[in-house]
């Protein structure tokens, strides 16, 4: 009877550890920000600050916060396909813009 428990709470303990593995390999239980690339992300701002539509949301005191610390502003701003989008497409403009309000009403 031992020996059976002992094997059973072995392989419980076994299964739990690749339960573990998985979850911390997809990012449900790890850290939102340990896969944002900051450097790509600064980058990425500085070439959108040289619009002025941008830049007058990026120094908006309502918005301002967001872009350092509102994760899905950053994951947004660190895929350059979003950015290319938004440096060329007036409805990514507004969805991105609506992003901000929505993070600040949000917030407030």
Do not use: C
Not at 11 to 28: E, K, P, Q, R, W
Not at 53 to 74: A, G, M, P, Q, T
């Amino acid at each position: 009877m031992g020996k059976i428990f002992r094997g059973i709470v072995l392989a419980i303990i076994g299964i739990l550890g690749v339960i573990l593995s998985l979850l911390s390999s997809t990012d449900l239980i790890s850290s939102p920000n340990s896969n944002l690339n900051s450097k790509k992300i600064d980058k990425n701002i500085k070439k959108l600050r040289e619009l002025r539509w941008f830049n007058d949301l990026y120094i908006d005191e309502r918005h301002h916060k967001s872009f350092f610390i509102n994760v899905r502003v950053r994951k947004y701003l660190q895929s350059n396909i979003l950015v290319s989008r938004l440096k060329n497409n007036k409805k990514e403009q507004q969805k991105f813009i609506q992003l901000l309000e929505y993070v600040a009403k949000k917030r407030d």
